[in-house]
């Protein structure tokens, strides 16, 4: 009553995926509805639903995809992760997810199948709203709830290569004790007891959104984080940040050889720019508002050892639209594992923010602008201004109050690409109240 079939565009010249359901299937209705709510995801990190017809008049229902080339988790884990590396995978899952229920899409079916890995080292989810259209929502609860358990299953999965409960993914199934699957720790050496809560926590409701759970693992890839010695990245003169994610050069060495286009040098992906927090994204500046003095840009690099380019620091201010401060280069979006990198802009004193301009390096940056009236060395201690997906070359965000503070720091967490790398960076950035 089903096919799946990769197919030709011949129109747009592209390749999709076709799902193809016999009008007669016992869930066509919730398998069109979901897929129909599934197309309303914008967020680059899914593969999205381009189109659904019927079921009539053809008596059959189909859901034109997008075909991304890519690597299953579940090809990935016939040996278990790194701690490290299973938080910094699932913080990428997670966040996604919820960027999804912030549109109001659940996937309800979460499997280690439906995570994609790309050439990049960045993910791809798939079957949001058709998985749990065919066979309903895994677990039976509400759908937001499902996925958050359906997230702290894969934590466990990634750390331990089993998939903790009796149902068909193609992993083997976890020791079960006292009707539970047995803590990671106690099936694998050093898993970090913290990472075990986080899975407990999704189980047993402990995280009502999965932004808290995108917080927490955060935190604990911040935690797991070590910073590498001198002698590791000897100079500044060396680029390239070597890998920090246990395991990312040996899944990308066998992910180069997938041709995803919309990766490939000098046609990076871009995304609709979307951003969370108390500032929204607007279009103009009001009027009413005034620009802040700037007292001193400096580097904020609390994960690295020399720092990010401080003598470049100044463009960052100098109005030359041709400058720019940039990041280090990477060898992955994500930084190698590296939590994150920005610059702290100083106001001098404690101010009402009301607006951030910023004009960036390259597209599709994810950044946080946070406020605080110290500099911290764990970044999760300042507030959240703006949480941006996407970012363009220009962005201007605006708070419906101001928020006050003398530091704002510009946190890039994912780096687009750049001349044969992942770099960042700022040409300027004006704070104003108002």
Request: with cysteine; proline share 7%; hydrophobic share 40%.
């Amino acid at each position: 009553m089903m096919q799946l079939w990769r197919a030709h565009d011949t129109r747009l010249r592209r390749t999709v995926g076709l799902r193809i359901v016999s009008a007669n299937h016992p869930r066509i209705t919730q398998l069109h509805d979901g897929a129909v709510a599934a197309a309303r995801i914008t967020d680059r990190r899914f593969i999205n639903v381009l189109d659904v017809m019927g079921p009539a008049p053809d008596d059959e229902l189909v859901i034109i995809t997008e075909w991304i080339p890519g690597i299953a988790l579940r090809e990935l884990l016939d040996e278990p992760m790194s701690a490290l590396g299973a938080s910094q995978l699932m913080t990428q899952v997670a966040s996604a997810i919820a960027a999804a229920h912030a549109e109001g899409v659940t996937h309800g079916h979460l499997r280690p199948a439906n995570v994609l890995l790309l050439p990049d080292g960045s993910v791809r989810l798939r079957g949001h709203g058709v998985d749990s259209g065919l066979y309903g929502v895994d677990p039976d609860m509400d759908p937001v709830a499902a996925d958050i358990h359906g997230l702290g299953s894969l934590l466990y999965a990634c750390l331990t290569g089993r998939w903790p409960f009796a149902v068909r993914t193609g992993l083997p199934v976890a020791t079960q004790v006292k009707n539970r699957p047995v803590d990671p720790e106690q099936f694998v050496a050093d898993v970090p007891r913290q990472l075990s809560r986080i899975i407990d926590g999704c189980w047993r409701g402990q995280f009502t959104t999965a932004d808290e759970l995108t917080t927490s693992l955060q935190a604990q890839s911040a935690r797991l984080w070590n910073p590498p010695r001198r002698e590791w990245l000897a100079t500044r003169k060396q680029r390239v940040v070597a890998g920090g994610l246990a395991g990312s050069l040996a899944v990308g060495a066998v992910l180069m050889g997938l041709a995803d286009a919309a990766n490939r040098p000098g046609n990076p992906v871009t995304a609709q720019t979307r951003s969370q927090g108390i500032a929204s994204l607007v279009t103009t500046m009001s009027t009413n508002e005034q620009r802040l003095p700037v007292v001193k840009v400096r580097d904020y690099d609390p994960y690295g050892v020399d720092g990010e380019n401080p003598q470049e620091l100044r463009y960052a201010t100098d109005k030359d639209p041709l400058t720019a401060w940039t990041t280090l280069t990477y060898s992955d979006p994500f930084l190698s594992g590296k939590p994150g990198v920005g610059l702290v802009v100083d106001l001098g004193a404690p101010r009402p923010i009301r607006s951030v301009d910023l004009r960036l390096v390259g597209a599709n940056s994810n950044l946080r602008v946070l406020v605080g009236n110290r500099i911290f060395s764990d970044p999760t201690k300042y507030r959240t201004f703006a949480d941006v997906t996407g970012a363009g070359s220009h962005i201007l965000l605006r708070s419906p109050r101001p928020m006050n503070g003398r530091y704002v720091l510009v946190w890039f967490t994912r780096l687009p690409w750049i001349d044969g790398g992942y770099r960042g960076g700022v040409r300027s950035v004006v704070v104003r109240s108002g």
